[in-house]
């Protein structure tokens, strides 16, 4: 198993922006597909972004396009998730996942194996 560690989350005002941070514990890092989730209050798990092993390949939901941009820094053992232009729907709580079976992540939850505490993020209007 790997152990995440989610930082960076915080209160901005609606137009700023907040760099999460994703530390991994554990070998083999740069091999597995890391993936972004948030979670508002009374809503299902939602899909933010997904990055493959080497970082060359990246995927979004349409909510974010544009404004986020996923990471990473494999000999740091490191993903990030650099959010501009935030508005107040991005208020949620901010998981980062490793999909440990794969080198190139979906947009489905259940395929991610471990996953971090979560990272508060408040958008002010």
């Known amino acids: 198993q790997v152990q995440l560690v989610e930082s960076g989350g915080g209160l901005v005002q609606t137009g700023g922006s907040l760099r999460l941070s994703c530390l991994a514990s554990?070998?083999?890092?740069?091999?597995?597909?890391m993936g972004w989730f948030r979670q508002a209050p009374g809503k299902e798990r939602e899909f933010v972004g997904t990055?493959?092993?080497?970082?060359?390949?990246?995927y979004y939901a349409d909510s974010v396009k544009g404004r986020f941009t996923i990471s990473r820094d494999n000999a740091r053992n490191a993903m990030y998730l650099q959010m501009n232009s935030l508005k107040p729907e991005d208020t949620a709580v901010y998981y980062c996942?490793?999909?440990?079976?794969?080198?190139?992540?979906?947009?489905?939850?259940?395929?991610?194996?471990?996953w971090g505490q979560g990272t508060q993020v408040t958008v002010s209007s």
């Open positions: 554990g070998r083999n890092f740069s091999r597995y597909a």
């Open positions: 990055i493959n092993w080497s970082g060359g390949s990246t």
């Open positions: 996942a490793a999909d440990l079976l794969a080198a190139v992540g979906s947009s489905d939850p259940y395929d991610y194996d471990s």
